[in-house]
T-cell receptor, first 114, second 112 residues
Framework: SAVISQKPSRDICQRGTSLTIQCQVD?????MFWYRQQPGQSLTLIAT?????????ESGFVIDKFPISRPNLTFSTLTVSNMSPEDSSIYLC???????????FGPGTRLLVL | TQLLEQSPQFLSIQEGENLTVYCNSS?????LQWYRQEPGEGPVLLVT?????EVKKLKRLTFQFGDARKDSSLHITAAQPGDTGLYLC????????????FGTGTRLQVTL
């Protein structure tokens, strides 16, 4: 299984600012995903991070609000832009080494927006 | 939109009791996964079921995939405090390139 780290692990931010979350994997992976988990709730897929091209966003999520980069097969970033208190959530990246295989999750980034 | 409803939402039981968590949908999934998430961590995969009617056992945990591949259940025998956590089912549909739809979650607390 892949070992996944996320930075920062947690942060408290002021509304109107932006935060970039990093996801680093210890091996090359085919698929990388970003999820949001609001307090006490389940996971919602934000987007699939595609290497070398624009991310594929799910309904309700847009690139201007959640720009994503994936420069190589082991690293991705998610930016939460122009934050509001409603963006307070846990943001998780996940990876799968082969398409349609098991997804492994990072530890998450806990974001609180004041 | 595919929905996976889990029941119950919350469950508080004593050590040694048995419990079953259900995951239901009106959609067919090519596979279904069960995860457990503990506070401060990401979800950890417990099992993947692929074939309709499949039953998998993982120590005290028994997972079943419905014959029509629309529902699943997780049964825990003789629960222990270490089983405490958020249990999530997640379905993968054919043609969605590994995208998972997560269930609503079941929060389990096992007390001594």
């Amino acid at each position: 299984s892949a070992v996944i780290s996320q930075k920062p692990s947690r942060d408290i931010c002021q509304r109107g600012t932006s935060l970039t979350i990093q996801c680093q994997v210890d091996s090359q992976v085919t698929m990388m995903f970003w999820y949001r988990q609001q307090p006490g709730q389940s996971l919602t897929l934000i987007a699939t991070a595609n290497q070398g091209s624009e991310a594929t966003y799910e309904s309700g999520f847009v690139i201007d609000k959640f720009p994503i980069s994936r420069p190589n097969l082991t690293f991705s970033t998610l930016t939460v832009s122009n934050m509001s208190p409603e963006d307070s959530s846990i943001y998780l990246c996940s990876v799968s080494q082969v398409v349609r295989e098991t997804q492994y999750f990072g530890p998450g980034t806990r974001l609180l927006v004041l | 939109t595919q929905l996976l409803e889990q029941s119950p939402q919350f469950l508080s039981i004593q050590e040694g009791e048995n419990l079953t968590v259900y995951c239901n949908s009106s959609s067919v999934f090519s596979s279904l996964q069960w995860y457990r998430q503990e506070p401060g961590e990401g979800p950890v995969l417990l099992v993947t079921v692929v074939t309709g009617g499949e039953v998998k056992k993982l120590k005290r945990l028994t997972f079943q995939f419905g014959d029509a591949r629309k529902d699943s259940s997780l049964h825990i025998t003789a629960a222990q405090p270490g089983d405490t956590g958020l249990y999530l089912c997640a379905g993968e549909s054919s043609g969605t390139a590994s995208k998972l739809t997560f269930g609503t979650g079941t929060r389990l607390q096992v007390t001594l």
